[in-house]
């Protein structure tokens, strides 16, 4: 079981920026009930591609949560908002995942409804894409057998916002993975994440535990 011992939440923010603080400040407000530990890692925006820059806040949050004496981490964007009941429903989740799972991912805007944005529908499955054929769990909360070449195909995106618990056993694996793929793609980073996916991911399908306020615009 996830709690505010064994668990932390690793996000990226700009210092010095409007939009950044009041992410930051809604992530205090929302994560405050539970308790559980925020890290934030200042990022210095230079002159480099979006994709580099994506790719560097993930790795760097991936090596802050491996110095830590966390099991598991929360690395999520920093305008991911939780839903009200977002722990017990995480751990719900989390209680039949196999013994062995590497990540699950929390709410993708493809799932959630990030173009439609209707916040009567929060927490409950409101896809974009047609999703018929694509396997969940028995339980209808999460997806299994993620298939890393037909998610990438039909742009299921694990981002908008970013956000997926880390199992510290399977960090290095994600690590390596992740660092070869955008080696090999230079992609952003939600995109890489599609295409990493292995039988040990899953993705969240109802509740969805979290959507996106941007606060007003974007940090980029």
Request: with cysteine; proline share 4%; aromatic share 14%.
């Amino acid at each position: 079981m996830l709690n505010n011992n064994n668990t932390i939440i690793i996000t990226t923010t700009i210092p010095k920026n409007i939009i950044s603080k009041k992410r930051r400040n809604g992530l205090v407000d929302n994560f405050s009930k539970w308790n559980i530990p925020l890290l934030f890692n200042d990022y210095i925006k230079k002159q480099k591609p979006i994709h580099l820059i994506s790719f560097e806040m993930i790795v760097n949050n991936l090596n802050l949560f491996k110095k830590t004496g966390f099991e598991y981490a929360i690395i999520c964007d920093d305008d991911f908002v939780p839903i009200d009941n977002f722990l017990d429903e995480l751990n719900k989740t989390i209680s039949m995942l196999p013994d062995n799972w590497r990540c699950l991912h929390l709410c993708p805007g493809y799932l959630w409804g990030r173009k439609y944005r209707n916040h009567k529908k929060i927490g409950f499955l409101n896809a974009e894409y047609n999703m018929n054929g694509i396997p969940f769990h028995e339980s209808g909360r999460f997806y299994i057998n993620c298939d890393s070449d037909k998610y990438f195909k039909k742009n299921f995106w694990l981002g908008g916002p970013l956000a997926f618990v880390i199992n510290k056993n399977y960090v290095d694996s994600l690590l390596k993975d992740f660092i070869y793929k955008y080696n090999e793609h230079n992609l952003n980073n939600d995109v890489i994440l599609t295409k990493i996916l292995n039988e040990n991911d899953f993705v969240c399908r109802e509740p969805l535990l979290g959507f996106e306020n941007e606060q007003g615009g974007t940090t980029f």
